[in-house]
């Protein structure tokens, strides 16, 4: 058994629009790696976070940490860590950085352990990893970036998460504007009541989204991608959103909405030429913004955490 390993954790997009708290899908190209070793000091060492010195290393506020040291409290195990974090995905960025640092660790150290855990058990070591970061526990980007594909997350107490294979011709276009949102205050601005008329039309949205994800039904995916309660109040914090929404909707996109809790925004496609157009029209609503912003083109990935 090696003492070693170095993982690649995807980014992820959660709520998917009509899923606050219960959708999210992996997404390729673009994850933290991180290395992982085991050490004889009995602790967990937070040896560097590469690229953001303001991210903690003391690991009881590091969301690997603590996701760790979750693992290892259930095992009863009291074998240390060091653990390396190349960043690669912005924090504040709504592709789940955080969510990918817990999901890495986990799946790194259960795998340095001889796996004692399945990758669906891991889940919930990840998600309280993630509850440090965001100060509230939901796995809808620690669910898809552990496991891959797309996720539900049907109940928290017990999680019970459902993994569903996406369709073969599913793509995605994020646009990433490099301003930082945090989850904790675009989480406190939500109004804690639904008018029922609204959650009617959410959860109709929402079945909608999972029958047209198992049958391959790209217009009922399309259809359903509308959020009736959070997109509304969280929209004011992303530059020029009705904007891009208005102007990937012409170029194509099955749906749009923000991506978690922004500030990204993503778009559903049926293939990589119209992900590519959609992406287009993404760059021409932002590049008159002078904000600075990425975009990425993916696949909807089946991949979660990959041991590289
Ligand atoms: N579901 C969470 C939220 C995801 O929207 O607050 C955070 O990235």
Redo the contacts with the bound molecule.
Sequence with gaps: MSDSVKVFAPASV??VGCG??IL?FAIDGVGDEMIIKKNDQNKIVIQAVKDYENLPTDPKKNVAGVAIQALLDELGSNQGFDVEIIKNIKPGS?I?SS?ASAAGAVVAVNELLDKPYTRLQLVDFAMKGEEVA?G?V?A??VAPATLGGFCLIRGYNPLDVIHIQPPANLWCAVIHPQIEIK?KE??EILSPEIPLKKAIRQWGNVAGLMAGLYTSNYDLIGRSLEDHI?EPQRKVLIPEFDELKLSVMKAGALGCS?S??GPSVFALANGKESADSIAAAMNTVYERTGIDYKIYVSKVSEDGVKIL
């Design positions: 959660s709520n606050f708290d999210g709504g789940g969510a965001s509230d939901h809808d980007n989850t675009a989480r959070v923000i978690g809790s």
